[in-house]
């Protein structure tokens, strides 16, 4: 799954040019390397989201193309 529409479905940020955005801007790691928003993200990836002066660590647990408010917090774990 791209990149861009992961953190859309995980609900990490709200919509899908948002997340562009911010993997156009080199605000988002995957790994600890800048990603473009059409890198493919798969089960086990840390990302790395930097919100003005925090940023939030996350590792995938699971890919899926569409989830409910309550699924989507079993999508990531926070680190």
């Known amino acids: ?12 940020i709200k919509r899908r040019t948002v997340a562009n955005e911010a993997c156009d801007a080199g605000r988002v790691k995957v790994n600890g390397r800048p990603a473009k928003a059409s ?4 089960a086990g ?8 002066n ?7 647990l699971q890919i899926a193309d569409t989830s409910r408010r ?3 917090k079993e999508m990531f774990r926070l680190l």
């Not at 990836?45 to 003005?52: H, L, Q, R, S």
């Not at 925090?54 to 995938?60: G, N």
């Open 1 to 12: 799954m791209r990149l861009d529409k992961y953190l859309k479905v995980s609900r990490l």
């Open 39 to 42: 890198l493919n993200v798969k």
């Open 45 to 52: 990836d840390e990302i790395e989201i930097a919100f003005g």
């Open 54 to 60: 925090k940023s939030v660590r996350v590792e995938v």
């Open 70 to 72: 309550e699924e989507a």
